[in-house]
């Protein structure tokens, strides 16, 4: 079984950073994209960033130039770096990861159990 462990969340002042993390650990071949979504209150789950397998990384509309996303390979793990932090930031982040299955190389969809991220001042 596959579990995505996500980190770094909290109460953050509006033009903060905060740092998350997002680990895989489990048995699998590999894994293809990876991802960070999230779900303000009241609101559906948006995909805020996603980076694929070979580095290439999307982000939507509202947080480029202020959010970066990358991988650390070797660790299996997705970081989201996240500045001039907005209170619209607010919400709970979630990772979500591409995986191929070790012996059946099937492609299962994994999601972590999400993170809280809050802007206030």
């Known amino acids: 079984q596959v579990q995505l462990v996500e980190s770094g969340g909290g109460l953050v002042q509006p033009g903060g950073s905060l740092r998350l993390s997002c680990a895989a650990s489990g048995r699998f071949f590999g894994i293809n994209g990876m991802d960070w979504y999230r779900q303000a209150p009241g609101a559906e789950r948006e995909l805020v960033a996603a980076?694929?397998?070979?580095?290439?990384?999307n982000y939507a509309d509202s947080v480029k130039g202020r959010f970066a996303i990358s991988r650390d390979y070797a660790k299996n793990t997705v970081y989201l770096q996240m500045n001039s932090l907005k209170p619209e930031d607010t919400g709970v982040y979630y990772c979500?990861?591409?995986?191929?299955?070790?012996?059946?190389?099937?492609?299962?969809?994994?999601w972590g159990q999400g993170t809280q991220v809050t802007v206030s001042s």
């Open positions: 979500h990861a591409d995986v191929v299955g070790s012996l059946s190389r099937v492609r299962t969809d994994f």
């Open positions: 980076i694929t397998s070979g580095g290439s990384a």
